[in-house]
């Protein structure tokens, strides 16, 4: 009976070690932030105005108006080696839209050189219609044995009507 208060016993703390180790690995790291307070050091500058009067971090926003459905690359990076398998790399935003017919989310390229591209998409986390402020991610795990070269950041609007973009981030976390 002592014995099988130990074993159980044992299991509950190595239990416990690993999902706090779970908890400590999950946390991310930013990579990158575009606070976009202007539209310098952007791919298509001229796809977007740059307004001062409503924003989510109180300095200003991008609003991209949408005649038909369009894709605008905003940025693009190499991130530092420390990237590497297995990491999960989180594209992250701050999103809002007026008479928008349709949806708007955020779209990630991976770059592997020679191994390809990738593309994560957040089609489950998307604004539409008339929407506040909101917090929009789309997610991608570098797989075993690739190196990721550059990383592709874009926004996608899938319909017609005005979107905001703000706060900006790439995010970096362990699986
Ligand atoms: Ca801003």
Not at 43 to 60: Q, Y
Request: hydrophobic share 40%; net charge negative.
């Amino acid at each position: 009976m002592r014995r099988v208060a130990t074993i159980f016993l044992i299991v509950l703390l190595v239990t416990t070690v690993l999902a706090c180790q779970g908890g400590h690995m999950n946390e991310s790291v930013e990579i990158a932030h575009f606070p976009l307070d202007n539209t310098q050091d952007m791919l298509m500058p001229e796809a977007a105005s740059f307004v001062s009067a409503d924003s989510s971090d109180g300095n200003g926003a991008l609003l991209f108006e949408a005649q038909l459905p369009k894709t605008v690359e905003l940025f693009e990076l190499k991130p530092e080696p420390t990237v590497r398998e297995k990491t999960i790399l989180v594209y992250q935003a701050k999103m809002k839209s007026s008479g928008l017919k349709g949806t708007a989310y955020l779209e990630m390229w991976c770059d592997f050189g020679s191994k390809g591209e990738y593309v994560a998409r957040g089609q489950n986390d998307v604004v539409g219609g008339d929407s506040d402020w909101k917090t929009v991610q789309t997610h991608y795990t570098i797989p075993q044995g690739k190196v990721l070269g550059r990383v592709k950041l874009n926004l996608v609007i899938n319909g017609q009507g005005n979107v905001w973009l703000d706060d900006l981030r790439l995010l970096k976390s362990k699986q």
